[in-house]
């Protein structure tokens, strides 16, 4: 999308390249040109166009900042103006019209200071070309129109180049204000929706995501499975190593458990230290031998800057009923939670099923879960 606009853009300077090769023709058509100083006008005018459309359309320009290469097409083109403009005779008034739109088509998409430079270049050029003029002796009876241009046409060029900058000041003032509002924009919504802490999904957006979901599975039938998962002995994890500890086991549980689940999967810190994971379109057969899989990953888990701290969780799976609500969903897996806590931790258990132990306890590795 980027290179077809870019490519527009290009193409919207054939008008001001069509009008100079009217301009020329005319002048030709008038004896004010001869005809070699014509073709040689209209052929660089022709090269110019295809050159910098052929480096925009290849997509070879798109390295540099501005990949419509605006400032030196203009600088070429306010070039060839001046070649027109030594050469037109009486017609060259026409030529100060084309340097000006040039400005103006330019402006939109230059920084505030080429604006300002081109406009400057602008001035010495038509300065430059009065004084080839003069010393070649091209001038003959317009040396008065020529000072006319030179005076009113370069005082207005140049404040049309000062207008320029302003606008382009304006453009790139608003265009940072936008990109600050969008940035805050999205720093609320982070906030609204994600864990500050563990940059898990938080409790509100899980919840509005499980409604969803349980809505879906509603009209198609598919499975759907949610793990309720508590760090066993947290507290004594902040007692004993401190509250920072606790901090860095709640990131890195969140971080690896995202780095283990589907991407499917929806992953949210519940609340203190447990989190909830939403697993669609699979059975409770299934879900458990994830959370089976989880489970004894994060029993192997090293956390920075402590290494002696080990963590293991307890996890209630439950699988969605025909009709049931997201609250009563919850509370079948906290039931089952309950229960693998009951049973020692370090367990994950099914609900809505007899007691269900995938894995037999294990002894708590670590000094903080002794």
Known sequence: PHQRRHVLLILLT???????????????????????????????SVITFLTFFALVR?????????????????????????????????NRGNVMILIAQTIVLAMFRLKPMQVLLLGVFTVLSLSASIVFMMMTGSLG????????????????????????????????RIGRQARELQE???TVKQMATTDMLTGALNRRMMTDMAETEL??????????????????????VN????????DAVLRGMAQHTQGQIRQVDKFSRWGGEEFLIMLPNIASSEAMIAVERLRQSVAALNFPGYPELRVTFSAGVAQALAGETLEHLIERADQALYEAKGLGRNLSILAGADIKVLTPPQAVSGEALS
């Open 215 to 236: 809505r879906l599975i509603e009209r198609t039938g598919a499975p759907l499975c949610v793990a309720l998962i508590d760090i066993d002995h947290f507290k004594h």
């Open 141 to 172: 009876n317009g040396s008065s129109s020529v000072w006319t241009h030179f005076v009113v046409g370069g005082s207005t060029l140049l404040t049309l180049s000062l207008i320029g900058k302003w606008v382009s000041d304006i453009r790139v």
């Open 14 to 44: 054939l008008q001001p390249y069509a009008v100079s090769v009217g301009v020329i023709m005319h002048s030709v058509h008038l004896g004010l040109l001869d005809l070699r100083a014509a073709q040689q006008l209209t052929i660089a």
């Open 58 to 90: 290849s997509g070879w320009s798109q390295r540099f900042g501005d990949p419509v290469l605006t400032f030196p097409h203009a600088l070429v083109s306010i070039g060839l103006c001046m070649m027109a403009y030594i050469q037109l005779g009486e």
């Open 239 to 246: 007692d004993h190593f401190g509250h920072h500890a606790g």
């Open 184 to 186: 805050a924009v999205d």
